[in-house]
């Protein structure tokens, strides 16, 4: 760390004397006029400016320009949306008129893919693209959660809006019954979490989503592979010194609509008459209200030095600090990231490097009381007339349980890789890289004694220490063969990697500790014979080789071919290798001579893949039967408990690889000389062998109810893609549209009918002994399964006419008899919705007119449900949402509503709890105004934008929960709302400056 402090100081030193070695020079009038060099109109709106500088003008509805610079030898940069920049150095010219090419569009950009990079133009397969600064523009410490609605086919959302959380993400659907999360590559490092990272450091994101994209990642690139690049300083030159930051403020975007203090007493007194026989003294209390602070403070900045040398050496450091209070008191979370990269060219051919992460990360957990307070009773207070708490009836005092948690996280992480290149006999590159992912997580909760209320209270005081360490080392050597000659183009790539995770966990309990101050929050300072421990631990490595060939005839005629081989621990050696191959071919139309050449198309490709990718996220040793601990029993006279242990769970030995199969057919267009850029995408993903937990026949030993692993299910995917994108400039107005969708359906064709167990799979509970979803053949992964409403049962005609529930009478809901035997019961329940969108899309647009730039990203998503589970759980008597206001009270007066109960058949799981989960979510609105650098000339800055932002602003939907974006990473229990922490909007202000 103290080379670390000392390296920062000395880069700090060395931007800020190139910044302040600048000299004043004359002043010189420079006009001209810019053209498209296409059609030769005039261009308004293009932006000049002073290299070096932020001196810069914009051209009229004419495209003329004035600009006065300083001196005879400097360079003026020309640039405009959708052309390609171009910079112009002036000796002693008064005039200059430029003509601006349109740019080689999206189809032609770089781009980065598994082991390499490639021209758009020339790629094979589906793969999205993402700019840093289009990461910045959410204010979020999650840059997953910056992805959402920029890319077609990918799903972000959240199942928790806690300070720190971090969003589920589905790449073309849920493929999996197990762990259906993208992998992410880091700088070249394979990684599950990616918490550690800062936006702003970030260059680009690209994300593979067909198997010819990510078969080169064989196992891990089943569910879709997120790119990673870092920022560098390869493209400065000199040295850059860039500062930013953002401060605003966070609040609950809306509440739910509960009843009040007046209303839950009348409804209590017609379930339980004469409960409150005084309904002018009820008072009133909005637990909502006490609970959520109304504004808190989320802060971020960020300082960084870039730049080179000669060629020989760039550099990159980033020192970031993010900040947020949550808006439940206690709920917080802070991390300080520190970036640096660098590379050296030791020779013209030989080339080392780093990219290195270092973060701290402090988290504060939130008490569990959005369920609490949703259902605690309006009619209570939150304190007696002396201050301390007071009883609340429902489910206990939510202020209560926020003052006794203390609950806190803190976490140390080094992510990184060290890597040489060495290029030889002209045509080859080798490259070997070793990786690190290192992780100490130690979390510490306290709840000291206290007494609420005899259902609240924690007699003794206890602690609980717990400590997790993370390592994971990858070494990847990979040789890359490069050969362009006359029309052919080759590039032949081979790789060996080597990957170890180790994992352990240690903590540790203990009650009735000798004081409640944080400098006694130590295991030795409670009562021994209270102690705890737990211990445990894991380690699985990987072996892999990799191929791939790149061919292109022309540009015109692509070829791409791959295949990986992975070897697993988590297998046995007969099932240890997997093989992951795939083939795709690429046509680039408009390079053929039968194109017309002045049509509306200017680039056309159609292409097509196939390929096979794996899949083995599973727990290490699920192919082991184990011993199982703690079987501990009492014997002899003196009644001593000896510890003891016996033959565990009977495992699957013969566990073997997920194997997903995807087909992809696309089409790439670029229109009226690609100003618009849209590529279309139609996809059928299936995957065969899904690692699944099902019951074991009896023969096994198990016992009931116990659940192992085996390859016993297939899930099919299909869906379309879109992504359109549009420059254009309306008079000085530049502009940039994006619009980009995907349609999806999921159904699982096969479940366990091979091991002889039921058909289906059983999940989402809701804590009661509930379930709620149903995975069975011919339906979504998950979908929900209960009774279907069909009214409110009126009179007693209509209830000796209807199959019913035992128990259930007039007012309640009337459910669909499904087997017609006239009675209601597990038979007649059916799936009635899914929680996977059949649409999700994402809108995003930027104005530019002069010093002015708004940008507006808006997200969304169509065709799922929500299961209202915090309504459904029932155990006592709760509060109420207001739709029971329209509760059924006698004969016809309502067919939806059923009168007021605190339990029974009402509260059974039916359709009566499904809401439509459809929603448009304004995501972000962003008004920047970049100041000219005149101004600031003396202090050093080279340019200084100011910005407000709006985060979150408004989400249209008919769900009456908090936010209708619950995700979860149990494929089983998504879309489930049993009372999560609210997702903030946020306002904002910040700035960007350049030395």
């Known amino acids: 760390m103290k080379k670390l402090i000392k390296s920062t100081k000395f880069l700090l030193l060395v931007s800020l004397l190139f910044v302040f070695s600048n000299s004043f020079a004359q002043v010189r009038l420079i006009t001209g006029k810019v053209i498209d060099a296409t059609d030769k109109s005039p261009l308004p709106g293009v932006n000049i400016i002073v290299k070096g500088t932020t001196i810069g003008v914009s051209t009229n509805m004419d495209g003329e320009y004035s600009i006065n610079t300083p001196g005879d030898e400097i360079i003026l940069v020309f640039s405009f949306v959708g052309y390609e920049t171009q910079e112009f150095p002036v000796n002693n010219i008064t005039s200059l008129d430029v003509e601006l090419k349109m740019q080689a569009t999206a189809l032609d950009e770089l781009v980065i893919i598994g082991y390499g990079s490639v021209k758009k133009s020339d790629l094979t397969g589906s793969i999205s693209s993402v700019k840093g600064k289009d990461l910045t523009k959410t204010t979020s410490s999650s840059l997953e959660q910056s992805l959402q609605g920029k890319v077609a086919g990918l799903q972000v959302s959240s199942p928790s809006g806690a300070p720190g959380s971090s969003p589920v993400l589905r790449v073309r659907g849920v493929g999996t019954l197990n762990n259906s999360s993208p992998i992410f590559v880091v700088d070249g490092l ?78 209590v007194n017609e379930i339980n008459p004469g409960t409150f026989n005084n309904l002018n003294k009820v008072p009133n209390t909005d637990w909502q209200d006490e609970i959520f602070n109304k504004f808190t403070p989320i802060s971020t900045s960020q300082l960084s030095f870039a730049g080179s040398t000669d060629e020989k050496y760039s550099y990159y450091l980033g020192i970031g600090y993010f900040d947020q209070e949550g808006i439940i008191s206690k709920s917080s979370y802070n991390r300080t990231s520190i970036k640096l990269n660098h590379t050296y060219n030791l020779s013209d051919n030989i080339t080392i490097g780093n990219n290195l992460s270092i973060t701290s990360e402090n988290k504060e957990n939130a008490a569990n009381i959005i369920a609490q307070a949703y259902r605690a009773w309006p009619s209570s207070v939150p304190k007696n007339d002396d201050g301390s708490f007071a009883e609340v009836y429902g489910a206990g005092n939510p202020l209560a349980s926020i003052e006794y948690n203390n609950s806190e996280m803190k976490k140390y992480r080094a992510v990184g890789n060290f890597f040489g290149e060495i290029n030889f006999l002209k045509h080859f590159v080798f490259k070997s890289s070793y990786g690190i992912d290192i992780s100490n997580e130690k979390t510490k909760s306290f709840v000291p004694t206290f007494y609420v209320s005899p259902t609240q209270q924690n007699v003794t005081s206890d602690l609980s220490v717990n400590t997790k360490d993370f390592n994971i080392w990858l070494w990847e050597n990979t040789l890359n063969f490069n050969y362009d000659i006359n029309k052919h183009s080759l590039n032949v790539l081979g790789g060996y990697t080597m990957q170890k995770v180790t994992e352990e966990s240690l903590g540790g309990g203990v009650e009735n500790l000798l004081g409640d101050d944080p400098s006694l929050w130590y295991l030795d300072t409670g009562e021994t014979d209270s102690e705890t421990n737990s211990n445990s631990g894991s380690i699985y490595s990987m072996l892999s080789y990799l191929f791939r060939v790149n061919y292109s005839y022309e540009s015109k005629y692509l070829l791409t071919v791959s295949i990986r081989a992975d070897g697993s621990s988590k297998f046995s050696k007969e099932n ?85 199969t995807q087909t992809d057919i696309g089409i790439e267009m670029g229109l009226w000389n690609n100003k618009l850029i849209a590529e279309f995408d139609v996809f059928d993903r299936r995957t065969e062998d899904i690692l699944v937990q099902v019951s074991t026949p009896g023969y096994f030993g198990n016992g009931a109810f116990v659940k192992i692993y085996t390859n016993a299910a297939e899930v099919r995917n299909q869906g379309i893609e879109f992504n359109l994108g549009l420059n254009s400039n309306i008079g000085p107005i530049s502009a940039y549209f994006n619009f980009n969708g995907s349609f999806i359906r999921n159904e699982v064709l096969s479940l366990a009918s091979s091991t002889g167990n039921d058909s289906f799979i059983i999940g989402g509970s809701l804590g009661n002994g509930q379930n709620v979803t149903r995975t069975e053949v011919g339906e979504p992964i998950g979908s929900f399964y209960g009774y279907q409403v069909v009214g409110v049962i009126q009179n007693q005609d209509d209830l000796d006419n209807s199959a019913i529930i035992p128990g259930q009478t007039i007012g309640d809901l009337k459910f669909k008899d499904i087997y017609k035997d006239g009675v209601i019961d597990e038979l007649d329940r059916t799936y009635i919705g899914s929680p996977i969108p059949d649409f999700i899309f994402g809108f995003n647009t930027t104005l530019n007119y002069k010093k002015l730039s708004l940008s507006i990203d808006i997200t969304g998503q169509t065709g799922n449900e929500i299961y209202n589970g915090k309504n459904a759980v029932r155990p006592d008597l709760y509060n109420f949402e207001s739709r029971v206001e329209d509760r059924w009270s006698g004969d016809g007066t309502s067919n939806s509503e059923p009168r007021a109960t605190a339990s029974g058949a009402n509260y059974s799981v039916s359709s009566y709890f499904i809401e439509d989960g459809s929603f448009l979510r304004i995501r972000n609105v962003t008004l920047q105004y970049s100041f000219k650098a005149d101004a600031f000339k003396k202090i050093g800055l080279t340019s200084l934008n100011v910005y407000l932002k709006g985060t979150n602003l408004y989400t249209f939907s008919s769900f009456s929960g908090y936010s209708p974006e619950i995700g979860s990473s149990d494929v089983l229990s998504s879309g489930i709302d049993l009372g999560i922490y609210p997702a903030t909007a946020i306002f904002s202000f910040g700035i960007v400056s350049a030395f």
């Open 190 to 267: 394979i990684l599950d979490d990616i918490s550690f990272l800062n936006s702003a450091d970030i260059e680009s994101v690209q994300v593979l989503k067909d198997a010819s994209a990510t078969a080169i990642y064989g196992s891990r690139g089943a569910n879709g592979v997120v790119i990673i690049t870092s920022k560098s300083g390869k493209s400065q030159k000199g040295n850059i010194v860039n500062f930013s930051s953002e401060y605003g403020y966070q609040y609950l975007q809306k509440k739910i609509d509960l009843l009040d203090g007046v209303s839950f007493a009348k409804v």
């Open 576 to 660: 240890r290798y997997g093989y992951f191959p795939s083939f795709a071919l690429g046509w680039n139309i408009a390079e053929e001579k039968f194109f017309p050449k002045d049509g509306i198309f200017g680039k056309v490709k159609l292409r097509g893949s196939w390929g096979k990718i794996g899949n083995e996220k599973i727990p290490q040793n699920e192919r082991f039967s184990l011993i199982a601990n703690g079987q501990n029993a009492v014997f002899g006279t003196d009644e001593l408990l000896y510890p003891g242990a016996s033959l565990g769970n009977t495992a699957n030995p013969n566990l073997r690889w997920e194997t997903t």
